[in-house]
């Protein structure tokens, strides 16, 4: 074994919570921490990290990968959607946690207590969950010191995904790390409670890139990065191209609700291009009546939406990201 490898418990005061592999290599170098399973149900990061520790265990990496496949395992084994089961409460609404509050809160303070402090970057893995569909997708934070987010736009950059998008949100293991001044990124793929191991290649690769931007790796031996890489640098070659032109930007992103319970047909497709008036889907009483036709305000990419038939007032309906035109990456400021 070129890397070692060595289990974790997430664990505070006694009371334990989840399982990780720190990976440490002999050289020195970053720690990147990967998590997945925020949300149970999201299959494609978990069964990513359930495997990928071993192929990095065959290589020599610099510095530390810290991995936890299943951060919410009771919402795992349990199947449930979104929520720790123990108090019903969304993970990635909950930070920062607070160790005299229910079951998440206290999850939330352990990963907090014990993951952020050795983070150098950390990256959360997501998708849809049963009841939705997402594009491959990076979040990055908007709303940390601009050092911190141009770090973290940056590395999405090295991304071999279409899109990466700003947010705003503050309360998630990772925006939460981002508040706390450091890089981060949620990456979204698959959902409908499914993965293929297309998705799973996807991923690894998708991860593999953010090492190789951290320097912890060389670039891919099956050449995987390497495209990604060789279209980059062509691009650079010309000279009306910069960094990051490949994948488009989003700074706007219209998060639609459903206002009413009812019956949802849907219209759309993640990763689908919509014009303004393209129609979003209609949402309908149990007796035929039409309550709502959605249609898009304004052109977008359908980032993910919602597949259920069946769904409550308040439930997400679908988020629509306005593509911005090609914008420059800063070379320099608050490279990781
Ligand atoms: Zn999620």
């Not at 919410?72 to 509050?101: K, T």
């Not at 997402?134 to 601009?146: D, I, L």
Request: a neutral charge.
């Amino acid at each position: 074994m070129k890397t070692e490898k060595k289990k974790f418990s997430i664990e505070i005061s006694g009371e334990f919570f989840c399982q990780g592999m720190e990976m440490t290599g002999k050289n020195p170098g970053k720690t990147l921490v990967v998590t997945a399973g925020v949300h149970g149900r999201e299959y494609v990061g978990i069964q990513t990290l359930f495997t990928f520790a071993e192929d990095i265990l065959r290589e020599e990496i610099n510095g530390r990968l810290i991995l936890i496949p299943v951060v919410n395992e009771e919402g795992f084994y349990q199947g449930s959607r979104q929520i720790v089961p123990a108090d019903g409460i969304n993970l990635n609404r909950a930070f920062p946690g607070d160790i005299h509050g229910t079951r998440t809160w206290r999850l939330a303070a352990a990963l907090e207590t014990c993951l952020y402090p050795k983070a150098d970057f950390l990256l959360d893995l997501h998708g849809g969950d049963d009841n939705e569909m997402a594009m491959p997708f990076v979040y990055f934070s908007a709303c940390a010191g601009t050092g911190v987010t141009e770090a973290s736009r940056r590395a999405a950059s090295s991304l071999s995904v279409s899109v990466r998008t700003a947010s705003s949100a503050r309360n998630g293991l990772y925006s939460q790390a981002a508040q706390q001044g450091i890089p981060s990124l949620l990456l979204e793929r698959g959902g409908g409670g499914l993965w293929s191991a297309e998705e799973i290649k996807e991923c690894k690769k998708n991860i593999r890139e953010l090492m190789v931007h951290l320097g912890m790796i060389q670039e891919d031996e099956k050449g995987e990065s390497k495209t990604w890489k060789n279209k980059r640098n062509i691009a650079r070659k010309d000279k009306e191209t910069e960094a990051g032109k490949e994948q488009r930007e989003i700074l706007h992103t219209e998060y639609l609700k459903f206002p009413a319970d009812g019956i949802w047909y849907p219209s759309v497709t993640a990763g689908q291009h919509l014009k303004a008036g393209d129609i979003i889907g209609e949402l309908y009483r149990m007796d035929g009546e039409l309550i709502h036709r959605y249609k898009a305000k304004q052109a977008g990419i359908v980032l993910y939406y919602t597949t259920a038939s069946g769904v409550r007032a308040g439930d997400g309906l679908a988020a629509i990201g306005k593509l911005e035109s090609h914008l420059p990456l800063k070379e320099r400021e608050g490279t990781p």
